[in-house]
Nanobody, 115 residues
């Protein structure tokens, strides 16, 4: 079964850290470009971070220096380490995988930053 499954979301205080993970199955993981997107209430889904199949990364300006994306091709996992979280980071976070014309999405995991 082809799927992406996110985990690690939750409630965290401002200034705190959280790590999201996305596990995959049914795909040739190493061939995919992987990304994390997020969607806050009333806003469009936006790219947070991306790691290419070759390991190159890029980040949204709003998370540079605070978030780190990493991939583990052996275990077919992509992680998003988030630190110095603030209320603007509250959103549903989605895992995304793209290869050629195929695109996959996870179901999303909620991250809430609040005191």
């Amino acid at each position: 079964q082809v799927q992406l499954v996110e985990s690690g979301g939750g409630l965290v205080q401002p200034g705190g850290s959280l790590r999201l993970s996305c596990t995959s199955s049914g795909i040739a993981f190493s061939l995919y470009h992987l990304a994390w997107y997020r969607q806050a209430p009333g806003k469009q889904r936006e790219l947070v971070a991306r790691v290419t199949s070759g390991g190159n990364t890029n980040y949204a300006d709003s998370v540079k220096g605070r978030f780190t994306i990493s991939r583990d091709n052996l275990n077919k996992i992509v992680n998003l380490q988030m630190s110095s979280l603030n209320s603007e980071d509250t959103a549903v976070y989605y895992c995304n995988a793209v290869a050629n014309t195929r695109e996959l999405w996870g179901q999303g995991t909620q991250v809430t930053v609040s005191s």
